[in-house]
């Protein structure tokens, strides 16, 4: 993962491995002024559908924001660090509330930060359909 730039079609497997490690993600969104919110997340990441799953609750600014984009969708990033590692998802969000949808990104969560969230019936998922994939390490 020693170039900056990956190519989302077919990402290189330190970069990808990088995304299965557990850590702390940043997620940013952007308000209705244009400025930038940036808060601390769980992320993971798909290669097969080229697809980053946040959880979260229905009511948060993060899902406000996303919504607040309309049917196209926000365009957001996902950023992890790791000492001098890093590395940033690119690409537009949609909120999805769909039962199956939560529970695919659940799992998800469990299998990369080795516990299962608790229940929550006000969860949603942010689903980033990643265009740019950025990374040094």
Not at 35 to 44: A, Q, Y
Not at 91 to 116: H, I, K, M, S, W
């Amino acid at each position: 993962m020693s170039r900056h730039s990956q190519d989302p079609a077919a990402p290189d497997e330190p970069y990808l491995a990088f995304w299965r490690e557990r850590h702390l993600c940043t997620l940013t969104t952007l308000r209705p002024d244009g400025s930038p919110h940036v808060v601390p997340v769980g992320v993971t990441y798909d290669p097969a559908t080229r697809l980053a799953r946040v959880i979260t609750n229905r009511t948060s600014a993060k899902v406000a924001h996303v919504l607040a984009a309309g049917p196209e969708g926000a365009r957001v990033a996902v950023c992890q660090v790791d000492g001098r590692r890093w590395a940033t998802l690119e690409g537009r969000a949609l909120v999805r509330t769909e039962p199956e949808r939560v529970r695919e990104a659940e799992r998800r969560y469990a299998d990369r930060y080795q516990r299962r969230p608790a229940e929550n019936p006000a969860r949603v998922v942010i689903e980033i359909a990643v265009e740019r994939m950025l990374g040094h390490g």
